[in-house]
């Protein structure tokens, strides 16, 4: 039995990473910031809830900190979704909706669901597995 030398190993088994030598490219997790949002939401909204109901909405957060909110599904009052909506939009400007840094997005959006029942857990949940792959030239 011949024993390969490291050469030998590395000249068989190259491999391209995919970004060009001038470049860096890096990950920006959104995991956290994503988190943190849905708790503030949960937080605000739940000091004020008080009938029950269920509504689907899509949370768009700009770069500057704003937020738009549509209603996608309702099965709730129109107080119920003002409520909701409204602590939502009490979290606009809010120094924590501050994107991650490096990243290079103009805005964030995702759908959740809201629910408010006797026979439901309480609690919030998040968007995870959001990754943003951002390029430096240098």
Known sequence: L???KPDDFF???KFDLGADSN???????????????SKAIYDTWSAVAD????TTLRVTVRRDRSIQIQLVNSDASGRFNRQLQDSIQSLSGNP??????????QFVSFEADYIAARNV???YSWVKDD??????NF
């Open 51 to 54: 009938e029950p109901g269920r």
């Open 96 to 105: 924590g909706l501050t994107f991650p840094g490096k990243s290079q997005r």
């Open 23 to 37: 470049s860096r490219e890096l990950r920006v997790a959104w995991e956290r910031w994503h988190q943190q949002f």
């Open 131 to 136: 990754f943003e792959t951002v390029r430096e």
């Open 2 to 4: 011949g024993i390969a």
């Open 121 to 123: 857990k309480p609690g």
């Open 11 to 13: 000249a068989k088994n």
